[in-house]
């Protein structure tokens, strides 16, 4: 079955802290990977996927087939910074479903 | 920026009755899902939907769940006799304006609050 693992339900970190939010996937064909975000009373909006390889608002992931891992990362965290972040695989030949990790809450301090 | 809109934002309903959810996808996408997120849950995929026909459905998706698009910009989900456990907040997304199985990323609603009492 395909799993995706995010094991923090909430990180919190100090403003211009680095932040590393962790997401493993299980591996199923060549799935594409996204990262969802979620501010407070908002839709879920796409924050970036790894095809892309661009930075969306500092944030950057890279893809790692070897440990089936897609970890979030931006070097200094921003207070806006704070939100739901859902890593979501969509699996190739589905033509279809994003499948949604358990979601990380960032709370960013100052 | 097209986006998707989603109606009502809240939508309270007595168990055992039927409620429609409606959704306006981005008008030149030609994939449309539903999602829900039961309160501190996951979102969970129900549905998705290309070329007027269910292309795939969850075990979450049952009888009692329909779809229709019944004209060129409604998304409609079909909940026939709810129960307390179909509270959720229900997403809507749409993708894909070009090319079978196009991994165009999906753009959601801002969701529908489903209470059953």
Same mark, same amino acid.
């Given at each position: 079955a ?33 990262w ?24 950057t ?14 070097p200094f965290?921003?207070?806006?910074d ?29 | ?9 809240h ?9 429609i ?26 549905? #998705?939907f290309y070329?007027?026909?269910? $292309?795939e459905?969850?075990?979450? &998706?049952? %009888? ?27 997403f809507c997304?749409? #993708? ?5 199985? $196009?991994?165009?990323?999906?753009? &959601?609603? %801002? ?7």
């Amino acid at each position: 079955a395909q799993r995706v693992t995010q094991p923090e339900k909430l990180l919190s970190v100090f403003k211009g802290a680095p932040v590393e939010l962790k997401c493993n996937y299980s591996y199923s064909g060549s799935p594409e990977l996204f990262w969802y975000v979620q501010y407070s009373r908002q839709r879920l909006q796409l924050l970036l996927r790894h095809i892309s390889r661009e930075s969306i608002k500092g944030f950057t992931a890279d893809l790692n087939k070897g440990e089936t891992s897609f970890h979030l990362k931006k070097p200094f965290a921003q207070e806006e910074d704070s939100a739901m972040y859902y890593c979501a695989p969509k699996y190739t030949g589905t033509a279809s479903k994003l499948t949604f990790g358990t979601g990380t809450r960032l709370q960013v301090m100052l | 920026e097209p986006e998707v809109t989603q109606t009502p934002s809240h939508q309270v309903t007595q168990m055992g009755q039927e409620v429609i959810l409606r959704c306006v996808p981005i008008s030149n996408h030609l994939y449309f899902y539903w999602y829900r997120q039961i309160l501190g849950q996951k979102v969970e995929f129900l549905v #998705s939907f290309y070329n007027n026909e269910i $292309s795939e459905k969850s075990e979450i &998706f049952d %009888d009692q769940f329909s779809v229709e698009r019944p004209d060129g910009s409604n998304f409609t989900l079909k909940i026939r006799s709810t129960k307390l456990e179909d509270s959720a907040m229900y997403f809507c997304a749409s #993708s894909g304006d070009r090319g079978v199985y $196009s991994n165009q990323p999906q753009h &959601f609603g %801002d969701g529908t609050r489903l209470s059953i009492l």
